[in-house]
């Protein structure tokens, strides 16, 4: 089978064009919803009915009222023996799938032969009136029910009707008519929802020494070393240098904890008598809504917690008080860091654990997701190929979830949603997915749910205040290749409400300051991340409907530190990418020393003598040069976001040799043994040269971004200091310039400080491909 040729138009980005708000004068005031195409909808809210008259011969009435609009069908629950049920129950039924002029609202009674007839209401759609937010919800009226003759008869039924749209109050608890197949323990997995990330915090555990310790065996001088534990995470000391009963550590073990809290941290004193054998010196517990929480790098006052020494009689574990062991600890939880549960090159929150050093937020991120188009089948029902698609977006702590648009390869969601902005250079993921846990029953198979394709989108590559409607291309990576699986089109605001606020933020430091006064290693770094992600993945996996967990960790991109091929090519050839201009430099250079073209070799001789006889020119010119050249590159400034670029990520090109390595598991499944060892190796060894090699590119795309306009904010930053620059250098003697900037350079250490300068802190912050890479 021939292998379908490339096009670059399947995988590129396409600009949009959507009626959205629904209001042809496009007034931003008319509706909330201004960033969706208005669906309409009509609503029928059965609150509660009274009076109802008894079908059975026993005398009592099991209640339920059923609403019916063309071939779609909904029903409440029913009530055992009770003529006065109160249901409050809301139907939504989609108005392009209306096919009936009438909506007949009955109430039935429940029977094991038949359901009795009690009474209807019957409403014509062209009398229902319209509701749009913020106006106040419609309030429901009584209601005789009739005969099917027309006759009235005993009883009342309490309703609301009226024609509204997704941005009414009562869509998203409601029933919808094109889930009208989903049974009833699956409806909670189809609703939009909103969630949010459990607060986290960094525990760190300073663990000074011990003192009286008593060993079981006390011919030998004890290897000392303490192992803490908080939930799944185990940390332990180095042993003590100093082996005696008395050993000191000063060490610290970083943990991350997520409020409320409910591990305790447990730290053990243990002996290691031989390898693989240790034995328990003592044992305490310590609850976490007991520790102090810091804000800065102040040393708060260390405890002393006492050692209970555990010994195991007929098989029991039986504490046996010993106060005379103790065990010297400092801890606290630090509010002044932030924990990092996603990666630092695609982080879409940036801000300390601490609220009390939040600052005021800067703006405000719309996004208003639309519709797919084009998706592939995932699964197989009934014999055909389905597809029952839901969106998940993450930005900070909040994440929200469409609800699910049961089998359509042209998925209409229409919801818009808001986040506050406390940093532009942040990015907001998008995932598509496919929704397998429609029935109950699959919950114990083990289902999990498909993805679809992802999307990523920075902020400080928007311009404020404009809506940018586009269609990104869905893109997976398989075994078999790259994949597109369709599309989805998005309308995204960026709002800024101070522009002099987010200006200053790229003066300042990309972390929390703590992240520069205290810094952790970046093994710490890993390590602390992998435990954040699964706590977060747990935590949502068990909301109620579960956020599961391998949409969590997809957004957030846990294996995006492992060995791939494809993309250690990729940053290679990013690399190359940046050097090129510096190589094709050095080739220009070449060919002015070699007369190549001897016009321009005259003029470079020109311009060479005149910065000898004025050096004071040398800077000024530079940077009026790069004043111009970025003022010139406005113009073909980039129009439209970034999205996944295929090409970029070595993805179209990859071997199936490297796709499957990528695609292999951890540890690997491949024979034999030592190839396996050897194999993973090599790997764990490879995936950092590859993190480091990404980093260098990142840094020189960054470079290229100060005069792309990629970031216009910080383009325009930088041309307006590239000018003024010129201006103040051309006026100030050149050798006065030397002079100072030597002084500063050689400063002594007692004017230094540890926070990152203004040009590194703006540096940080410029935009590089990282986001555009698969």
Known sequence: MMQRPFRPEEYSLKETSPHLGGAATGDKLTTTYDLVEQMQYLYVRVVKAKDLPSKDITGSCDPYVEVKLGNYKGTTRHFEKKTNPEWNQVFAFSKERI?????????????????????????????????????????????????????????????????????????????????????????????????????????????????????????????????????????????????????????????????????????????????????????????????????????????????????????????????????????????????????????????????????????????????????????????????????????????????????????????????????????????????????????????????????????????????????????????????????????????????????????????????????????????????????????LSRAEPPLRKEIVEYMLDVDSHMWSMRKSKANFFRIMGVLSPLIAVAKWFDQICHWRNPLTTILIHILFVILVLYPELILPTIFLYLFLIGVWYYRWRPRQPPHMDTRLSHAESAHPDELDEEFDTFPTSRPPDIVRMRYDRLRSVAGRIQTVVGDLATQGERLQSLLSWRDPRATALFVTFCFIAAIVLYVTPFRVVVFLAGLYTLRHPRFRHKMPSVPLNFFRRLPARTDSML
């Open 99 to 539: 096919q009936s002029s009438v909506v007949e609202i009955t109430v039935k009674d429940k029977d094991l032969v038949k359901d009795d007839f009690i009474g209807r209401v019957l409403f014509d759609l062209n009398e229902v009136p319209k509701r749009v937010p913020p106006d106040s919800p419609l309030a429901p009226q009584w209601y005789r029910l009739d005969e099917r003759n027309g006759h009235k008869v005993k009883g009342e039924l309490m309703l609301a009707v009226w024609m509204g749209t997704q941005a009414d109050e009562a869509f998203s608890e409601a029933w919808h008519s094109d889930a009208a197949s989903v049974p009833g323990d699956g409806l909670a997995s189809i609703r939009s929802k909103v969630y949010l990330t459990p607060k986290l915090w960094y525990l760190r555990v300073n663990v000074i020494e011990a003192q009286d310790l008593i060993p079981n065996d006390r011919t030998r001088f004890p290897e000392v070393y303490v192992k803490a534990m908080l939930g799944n995470q185990a940390l332990r000391t180095r042993p003590s240098p100093s082996r005696t009963l008395n050993p000191m550590w000063n060490e610290d073990l970083m943990f991350v904890a997520a409020e409320p809290f409910e591990e305790h941290l447990i730290l053990s004193v243990e002996d290691r008598i031989a390898p693989g054998k240790d034995d328990v010196l003592g044992r305490t517990v310590i609850s976490l809504q007991h520790v102090l929480r810091r804000l800065d790098h102040k040393l708060l006052n260390s405890q002393w917690y006492n050692l209970e020494k555990h010994v195991i009689v007929d098989g029991e574990q039986k504490k046996e008080t010993k106060f005379s062991s103790r065990i010297h600890l400092r801890i606290c939880l630090e509010g002044g860091y932030h924990v990092l549960d996603e990666s630092t090159h695609y982080s879409s929150d940036l801000r300390p654990t601490a609220k009390q050093l939040w600052k005021h937020n800067i703006g405000i991120l719309e996004l208003g997701i639309l519709t797919a188009q084009g998706l592939l089948p995932m699964k197989t029902k009934d014999g055909r190929g389905t597809t029952d698609a839901y969106c998940v977006a993450k930005y900070g702590q909040k994440w929200v979830r469409t609800r699910t648009i049961i089998d359509s390869f042209i998925p209409k969601w229409n919801e818009q949603y808001t986040w506050e902005v406390y940093d532009p250079c942040t990015v907001i993921t998008i995932g598509v997915f496919d929704n397998c846990h429609l029935n109950g029953g699959e919950k114990a198979n083990g289902a999990r749910d498909t993805r679809i394709g992802k999307v990523r989108i920075r902020l400080s590559t928007l311009e404020t205040d404009r809506v940018y409607t586009h269609a990104y291309p869905l893109i997976v990576l398989t075994p078999a290749g790259v994949k597109k699986m369709g599309e989805v089109q998005l309308a995204v605001r960026f709002t800024c409400s101070s522009l002099l606020n987010m200006m200053h933020l790229y003066s300042q430091p990309l972390l929390p300051k703590m992240h520069y006064i205290h810094p952790l290693s970046v093994m710490q770094v890993d390590n602390l991340r992998r435990q954040a992600t699964n706590i977060v993945s747990t935590r």
